[in-house]
């Protein structure tokens, strides 16, 4: 059992990490919107002469093109527990550790439905993905001592943690999500724009 105080420990540890890093991702998610829009926004004034681009799936996921997005990247500070037994019922050490984890989507799984008749575009989006890039091992501490454990264990151990934490933090997926769904807006508005076009977003909150 995790004892109350190392409970509350973590516990804090989770709002800390979620409140300070809405303002990096706001930071980020600016950036990239003020770059793209300009981008396209350009793009669109030097083709104005040309045959006018037809609002299509193919069109939307061309503007979108980016392979991989990161909506959230921070540094998380955790408590992972290393137990004395395989069935993890008595904890023989916890681990402070901190780690770089990542919330993003495959923009390549993005889909777009276009209703021409009342020119609405809904987007459909693929799962939040969390990443752990590999934990520092300088940060790791160990209580109340260090255990005689190979280091590649503890370091899994508290990968998964970070994970384990990160995945279940609503607050944190929502933000991301809400993040991915304003820059594919930045990014396809240009192309919408022009033909009086607009994004829907479909009410996911029922299936969640």
């Given at each position: 059992?995790?004892?109350?105080?190392?409970?509350?420990?973590?516990?804090?540890?989770?709002?800390?990490?979620?409140?300070?890093?809405?303002?990096?991702?706001?930071?980020?998610?600016?950036?990239?919107?003020?770059?793209?829009?300009?981008?396209?926004?350009?793009?669109?004034?030097?083709?104005?002469?040309?045959?006018?681009?037809?609002?299509?799936?193919?069109?939307?996921?061309?503007?979108?093109?980016?392979?991989?997005?990161?909506t959230a990247?921070?540094?998380?500070?955790?408590?992972?527990?290393?137990?004395?037994?395989?069935?993890?019922?008595?904890?023989?050490?916890?681990?402070?550790?901190?780690?770089?984890?990542?919330?993003?989507?495959?923009?390549?799984?993005?889909?777009?439905?276009?209703?021409?008749?009342?020119?609405?575009?809904?987007?459909?989006?693929?799962?939040?993905?969390?990443?752990?890039?590999?934990?520092?091992?300088?940060?790791?501490?160990?209580?109340?001592?260090?255990?005689?454990?190979?280091?590649?264990?503890?370091?899994?151990?508290?990968?998964?943690?970070?994970?384990?934490?990160?995945?279940?933090?609503?607050?944190?997926?929502?933000?991301?999500?809400?993040?991915?769904?304003?820059?594919?807006?930045?990014?396809?508005?240009?192309?919408l724009e022009?033909?009086?076009?607009?994004?829907?977003?479909?009410?996911?909150?029922?299936?969640?």
């Amino acid at each position: 059992m995790i004892s109350e105080d190392v409970k509350k420990t973590k516990e804090e540890m989770g709002m800390k990490f979620i409140e300070k890093n809405k303002v990096v991702i706001g930071t980020a998610l600016l950036a990239i919107i003020v770059i793209f829009s300009s981008y396209l926004l350009k793009s669109i004034k030097n083709t104005e002469k040309a045959d006018p681009t037809i609002i299509s799936e193919s069109t939307l996921i061309e503007a979108i093109n980016i392979s991989e997005l990161s909506t959230a990247k921070y540094k998380y500070k955790g408590i992972a527990e290393n137990y004395k037994n395989d069935k993890k019922t008595k904890v023989q050490c916890y681990i402070y550790y901190e780690a770089e984890v990542k919330a993003g989507i495959d923009m390549g799984q993005v889909h777009f439905a276009i209703d021409h008749d009342n020119k609405i575009v809904i987007p459909s989006l693929p799962e939040i993905k969390i990443t752990v890039n590999p934990i520092d091992e300088k940060t790791l501490d160990f209580m109340p001592g260090k255990i005689d454990v190979e280091l590649k264990t503890i370091l899994s151990e508290c990968k998964e943690d970070a994970e384990k934490e990160a995945s279940r933090s609503t607050e944190l997926l929502n933000t991301a999500q809400e993040n991915v769904q304003s820059i594919i807006e930045a990014l396809t508005y240009p192309l919408l724009e022009q033909d009086g076009y607009k994004i829907v977003w479909e009410d996911t909150s029922d299936n969640e």
